[in-house]
Structures are given as C-alpha cells and as structure tokens.
C-alpha cells in the first residue's frame, strides 16, 4: 500500500525559507512522477512542481520558478520542497502526490502539511 506523508510546514516570515519533506513507502517509484500540490483557503489545489523520480527531470508552476526546487533521495525515498524567498502568496496546504509515468493523474495523495506566510 502505498503511503505519503508530509512534514516541514510551519509559520515563516515573508522571505523566508521552509523545506517540506514527502516519505514515500509501499512500492518502488523508480517508475514515478512525485509531485507537490498545493491549495490555498477557498481556492482550487494547484500544481506546484515535480519530479520524475527515475530520470530526475523537473517541472514548476510559473509562479514558483526560481524560488522554489523539487528533489528526490532515492536512499531515503523521499521527495523534498526546497521553498525560498517565500510570499505571503505562498500561503496554502502543501500535498504531495504521486503517479505513474503512463498515468494520466495523480493517483496517491499524502495528508498535506500547513505553511503559512506571514507578511
């Protein structure tokens, strides 16, 4: 049974920096995109970034380039979410996901974790 689960949310001030980590267990994600999601109160989940766990490839949301870095620790299977220069925009639940490369949605979901942007 495959299972995510979220840590590394907390309160940061404007500018700041967090690093969400993503456990991953219950299968081998060679074959894998992981991503992060997130959703703001009273907003739609949207994407954030993501990995392809095998090849390493990455992609992000306009509106995180450059501030934010998606990785992966196949040692420790885990799936992480560097975040930098954080805005107050950035506010939201972060969840992570995964799917296989032949898939065409995210079929497994973690709990989401709170960050939270003061300005």
């Known amino acids: 049974q495959v299972q995510l689960v979220e840590s590394g949310g907390g309160l940061v001030q404007a500018g700041g920096s967090l690093r969400l980590s993503c456990a991953a267990s219950?299968?081998?994600?060679?074959?894998?995109?992981m991503g992060w999601f997130r959703q703001a109160p009273g907003k739609e989940r949207d994407f954030v970034a993501a990995?392809?766990?095998?090849?390493?490839?990455?992609s992000y949301a306009d509106s995180v380039k450059g501030r934010f870095t998606i990785s992966r620790d196949s040692a420790k299977n885990t799936v992480y979410l560097q975040m930098n220069s954080l805005k107050p925009e950035d506010t939201a639940v972060y969840y992570c996901?995964?799917?296989?490369?032949?898939?065409?949605?995210?079929?497994?979901w973690g709990q989401g974790t709170q960050v939270t942007v003061s300005s």
């Open positions: 990995i392809n766990w095998g090849g390493g490839s990455t």
């Open positions: 219950g299968r081998t994600f060679s074959s894998y995109f």
């Open positions: 996901a995964a799917r296989g490369v032949t898939s065409m949605k995210y079929e497994y």
